[in-house]
């Protein structure tokens, strides 16, 4: 194509395997703290701290990200208010803006918080903190709304970013009291379904009458090295119907064109699924868990925008290494359409910053062009 395109244009295009000046720029879908803090010494400025400055000075395409929740909590307003319960020298227990407490290290390492206690035990509870998923809470979305006015003419995609009903119930009971509550309360994870399908529905209907956006996205993050978290079985049981009618809505009554999903690990098994409901787009398809996007695209071949799936090891192993991952994903991905060129997670910190700068070159130069 002769004529650049807006990056609304460009991701609406993508999304329905339609012919882009050229891929998508968002290579990877986040920074560990460490990563910035090791790159500052190698050159990269002091002030480019945290994801969304360093998404820009990456040259990403922009986007209007609403953010509503997902992986930090399931949607409340107001959040809870952190709250140290207890500390010593090495750790500190609190209660996160999710409710639940956990237990982290007081070093500043990013580690998975360990968990020891989430907000919901039982209907009780749960009607207690119902009231923070009200979807008219004033003020829920104001991020969007200053958003919009920043994009008057509509040239950035609006893509907001909700949780995921396994994330959603996992964020209110915990992992493991949720893989008993499947058996032993599921009349209870029916009843906060019911209310997360009621939340999403008022909270884009709301949205919507602003302005509608391009994406919808949920975070699940259901999957981990071997498999899913839990089977089809169980998926179609408690999650299916309720996806099916959210989507619907999204889709159908809203007119919401990109359908995103967020999971780790290995989804193979969950994939069908995912499609039957309606998602079109997912994410990051992590190598070491065993994902091939090539095998997948040959599986789906137009069903679903494929965003990520390059091995982040590379990054780390030098710039041969680089060459040879971004061949063997980029130009055959590209080819099949409806693919974001992107690493299968956030970048490490055992990735030099020069390496990284390296690598958005060769693979934008091998997606046609390198431009600025």
């Known amino acids: 194509m002769g004529d650049e395109m807006t990056p609304r244009e460009r991701l609406l295009a993508t999304a329905a395997f339609e012919p882009t000046d050229r891929p998508v720029r968002t290579e990877t879908i986040g920074f ?7 790159w500052h010494s190698e050159g990269l400025p002091p002030e480019i701290n945290e994801d969304v400055s360093a998404y820009l000075y990456s040259g990403f395409d922009p986007q209007l990200p609403v953010p509503l929740g997902a992986d930090k909590h399931p949607g409340f307003d107001p959040v809870f208010e952190e709250e140290v319960l207890e500390e010593d ?17 007081k070093d500043g390492a990013s580690t998975i918080p360990a968990w020891l206690d989430s907000p919901v035990k039982d209907s009780e509870s749960w009607d207690a903190i119902k009231p923070r998923l009200d979807p008219v809470t004033p003020g829920r ?48 994870l029916h009843e906060i379904s019911t209310h997360w399908v009621a939340l999403w529905k008022g909270v884009f209907a709301g949205l919507a009458s602003m302005r509608r956006p391009e994406m919808a996205s949920l975070w699940e993050d259901m999957c981990y090295l071997n498999g899913p978290m839990i089977g089809p079985r169980v998926f179609e049981e408690f999650m299916s119907p309720y996806y099916h009618e959210l989507i619907g809505f999204l889709k159908g009554e809203l007119d919401i064109p990109i359908i995103g999903l967020d999971t780790d690990g290995r989804c193979t098994e969950l994939i ?11 994410w990051p398809f992590e190598v070491q868990a065993g994902m091939d996007v090539l095998q997948v695209r040959r599986d789906w071949p137009r069903q679903f925008v494929i965003w990520g799936g390059m091995d982040k090891r590379a990054l780390a192993n ?5 060459d040879a991952e971004i061949e063997r994903v980029v130009p055959p991905m590209l080819a099949r359409g409806g693919y974001i060129p992107a690493i299968d997670h956030s970048v490490p910190p055992d990735v030099p910053f020069a390496d990284w700068q390296y690598f958005l070159d060769r693979v934008r130069m091998v997606g046609g062009g390198r431009g600025d």
């Open 141 to 188: 979305l104001e991020v969007a709304k200053a958003l919009i006015e920043f994009d008057a003419e509509r040239n950035w995609p609006l893509c907001a970013y909700f949780t995921g009903l396994f994330g959603t119930h996992r964020h209110l009971l915990g992992f493991n009291r949720l893989m008993i509550a499947y058996k032993r309360q599921p009349d209870l």
């Open 89 to 105: 020298e090495r750790f500190t227990v609190k209660r996160d803006i999710s409710g639940s407490t956990v237990k982290v290290l």
């Open 32 to 38: 560990w703290p460490e990563t910035l803090e090791r």
């Open 318 to 322: 030098g710039r041969a290494a680089i």
């Open 272 to 282: 069908p699924l995912f499609v039957r409901a309606g998602v079109n787009m997912l």
